[in-house]
């Protein structure tokens, strides 16, 4: 909205205001990456084979060893079958010694499993193997379908009633649903209740984007929005240690859900976003938030800038057609969707292998985490030096050639396959990182949560899909990797067809988007010339009017 940045700009761009909000936000940022790697943990593969107590009936001295070699037969490994056993007989002990048991049955009395890393873990206590081991990784889809929906609920309604009480909504969901799963009694109903935690993840996620993008200027503004990312990779590094000290997945998932009953103070001190007001009309309370912003920020605003406000029109709110009206919103739309798509995909596809590349799996966390905070903060430095649209393709190019050379190593070297993991997971969080900010500045404000909630859903349909391409290992162990390599290639060639929007001022409305768009366009080249050639003058202006916008 004209003069908006000017009033912002008065008030403090990124005073203790900005910074307070900042930090307030970034608390639930790193609660969620807790939520949404616990199950990695929880759902650790534990050693196990079928129950034969059977035999202890005929054969009650006999050595657990003995109970084994005669009632479990053994894979071409040499050892025992996890899913079979031989089908029991009436014979005495002494005659099954003599001849021994062939014919073989799965398990039909339950399984054992070996409790002395891990105490207690959905596969232990749901039964998760064998027939019904693809369920765990199948309810990692459902927990990101659950952030699917949120994107397609809170992103459309966040526009709507605002980003304020979508937040506190999205708390309220996240306690009570993520608490209620420690004490799920089956295992169905722990995927229902893990699934609406998704949704209020989602809702977090997207309106913290928008909140903090819209209370920002332009030149901190990358550095706001990675920040709360830099708290999400402490998350990470944390829920390592949480793991390897909390061994029982009820006392995990609630020691992860409680933190979040600390920030319901956030009711009495977290604001509305004053941009958000003003398109909707309600000049006098974006004129008591920016007042009350300047105090804090111990700058004055101008009273004659604030009589401006009065002089505003309402913009109505957009909708999800609204970005498909203009071909320079549909582009923007579709690749932007493409970009985050891809960025989830392989982010969840690493994250939730993180047990897969052979090493101590706390350590990998240990060191997933790490590495992602260097790449989030990376990320701010490039974005700063060289704009978004160079750093959002050299990310995902970096991170998909990394997880294609993996396809060439041999499972036997996991050192090396880690090492080539760590390197795409730095790229590939950095490229995430980058497209938060990018997506932010690259639609109005009118249809931004709009744009952004549509990129969001793109990016949940990733993560829905990542832990189903993990299940495509069994066919051959480099299928997931070949895929999780090349998706971001071709995003990476995608990116040059966006504008740049690095030290530009956010946009209101879709039609200042287009003007936007026509001015990238001519500067980069992209624009044709019909009949005659612009003049550098013609050029100049169009260029300055664009920024003004």
Known sequence: MAGF?????????????????????????FLISIHTFSQVFMGIPVPHHCNTSWIWKIG???????????????????????????????????????????????????????????????ITEFDLVCDKKEQEAISQSIFMLGLLIGALIFGPLGDRIGRRPIILLSLLLQLVFGVGAAFAPHFYVYVALRCVVGIGISGIMINNLVLVTEWVGVAQRAHATIISHIFFAIGLMVLAGLAYAIRSWRLLQLVGSLPVALVFFYIWIIPESARWLLTQGKNEKAKKLLQ?????????????????????????????????RS????????????????????????????????????????????VEILARAGAILILAKFGRKKCQAA?????????????????????????????????????????????????????????????SVSARLGGIIAPLIGLLGSYHYAIPMAIFGSTPVIAAALCFLLPETHNRELQDCTEEAAVIQRSNETVNGYFKKENTKQSEGDLAALQTKSTRL
Request: with cysteine; proline share 3%.
């Open 60 to 122: 009650a001295n006999l050595t657990k060893e003995q109970q084994l070699n005669l009632t479990l037969p053994r894979n071409r490994h040499g050892s025992y079958e996890e899913c079979s056993m031989y089908t029991p007989v009436d014979w005495d002990i002494e005659s099954i010694e003599k001849y021994g048991l062939n014919a073989t049955e799965k398990c039909q009395d339950g399984w054992v499993y070996d409790t002395s890393e891990q105490k207690s873990t959905l």
């Open 327 to 370: 071909q320079s919103l549909r582009k923007i739309t579709l690749i932007s969707s493409y970009l985050w798509f891809v960025n989830s995909l392989v982010y969840y596809g690493l994250s939730l292998n993180v047990g897969n590349f052979g090493l101590d799996i706390y350590l990998t966390q240990l060191v997933f985490g790490a």
């Open 5 to 29: 940045e000017e009033i912002l700009k008065a008030a403090g761009e990124f005073g203790r205001f900005q910074k307070c909000l900042v930090l307030l936000l970034c608390i639930p940022s």
């Open 395 to 455: 990310c995902l190019f970096l991170g998909g050639t990394a997880c294609l050379v993996i396809t060439m190593i041999p499972k036997d070297l996991p050192v090396l396959i880690t090492v080539l993991a760590v390197i795409g997971k730095f790229s590939i969080a950095s490229s995430f990182s980058i497209s938060y900010v990018y997506a932010a500045e690259l639609f109005p404000t009118v249809v931004r949560q709009n744009g952004v909630g549509l990129s």
């Open 292 to 324: 009350k912003a300047a105090l804090i920020n111990k700058q004055t605003i101008p009273e004659e800038m604030l009589q401006q406000l009065k002089e505003e029109k309402k913009i109505a709110s957009g909708n999800i057609l609204d970005l498909f």
